[in-house]
């Protein structure tokens, strides 16, 4: 079941005569489902995709590249993480473990074997970009990653994408898409190599994602250098050094 909480009706833009695009959160029943490891895959050194499966995710909904479930280790308290759901199919979902630290989960990640159970719960919701701005501009480092990819798989043809990707040159990997992609890693200073973009003619959508101050310093840039309005800006915290579990709204 899913709640649309802020739809509006399609308006026009009075300059243009065109339709004006504007995001939705939607809200889901919050279930917590329980996962068997079907299968593990390094993509590189320190990303590592896990495959679940259960039956309890025939039911399973994410509407959004930026979803988030927040995985359950056992434990007293149990230690719960957010991460993105990668792909989802049938009775699979397709988890990617940021392996950049010595968390508890990233530790169970790297020890993770077939057979072995977890629990997740939600999405508790998504906030769904329309996939029909003129330009998207997708920003992280490797934690941000599984939702870049995501997103960059479900664009279409028509779109264009600028994708700036911070991270080793031992993780750098091709990343499919059908969109017209303008993709570059970068081994140092995200916010500098943000600053240094021409961005394209008409409406686009900013998404960036990673550790918090460097995220902090994107979006600032975003706005005071590129001058795009905060409603055309999603940033977020995926982590902080010394805080565990950090997940924060920018």
């Given at each position: 079941m899913v709640d649309i909480i802020n739809q509006t009706e399609?308006?026009?833009?009075?300059?243009?005569?065109?339709?004006?695009?504007?995001?939705?959160?939607?809200?889901?029943?919050?279930?917590?489902?329980?996962?068997?490891?079907?299968?593990?895959?390094?993509?590189?050194?320190?990303?590592?995709?896990?495959?679940?499966?259960?039956?309890?995710?025939?039911?399973?909904?994410?509407?959004?590249?930026?979803?988030?479930?927040?995985?359950?280790?056992?434990?007293?308290?149990?230690?719960?993480?957010?991460?993105?759901?990668?792909?989802?199919?049938?009775?699979?979902?397709?988890?990617?473990?940021?392996?950049?630290?010595?968390?508890?989960?990233?530790?169970?990640?790297?020890?993770?074997?077939?057979?072995?159970?977890?629990?997740?719960?939600?999405?508790?919701?998504?906030f769904v970009v329309p996939v029909d701005f003129d330009w998207h501009l997708l920003v992280g480092d490797l934690s941000a990653l599984p939702a870049i990819t995501r997103r960059l798989e479900e664009l279409p043809a028509a779109c264009t994408a600028i994708v700036r990707v911070l991270a080793d040159a031992a993780e750098q990997r091709a990343l499919p898409s059908r969109a017209n992609v303008n993709l570059q890693w970068i081994t140092a200073d995200l916010p500098a190599a943000v600053q240094a973009l021409t961005l394209p003619p008409g409406e686009g959508y900013a998404w960036a994602a990673g550790e918090a101050s460097v995220t902090a310093a994107v979006r600032a840039v975003l706005v005071g250098t590129h001058g795009l309005p905060k409603e055309r800006i999603r940033a977020a915290a995926y982590w902080k050094p010394g805080n565990a579990g950090h997940h924060e709204n920018l």
């Open positions: 399609p308006s026009l833009n009075p300059v243009t005569d065109s339709p004006v695009r504007t995001v939705q959160r939607v809200r889901h029943e919050l279930k917590r489902r329980t996962l068997t490891v079907r299968r593990t895959a390094l993509l590189s050194p320190h990303l590592l995709r896990i495959t679940f499966t259960s039956p309890e995710l025939q039911d399973f909904i994410s509407l959004s590249f930026d979803d988030h479930v927040k995985l359950i280790l056992p434990g007293e308290p149990p230690v719960m993480r957010d991460y993105t759901p990668r792909r989802f199919s049938g009775d699979e979902l397709d988890i990617e473990f940021a392996l950049h630290g010595h968390g508890p989960a990233a530790t169970w990640a790297t020890q993770a074997a077939p057979g072995q159970t977890v629990q997740i719960g939600g999405p508790r919701g998504s």
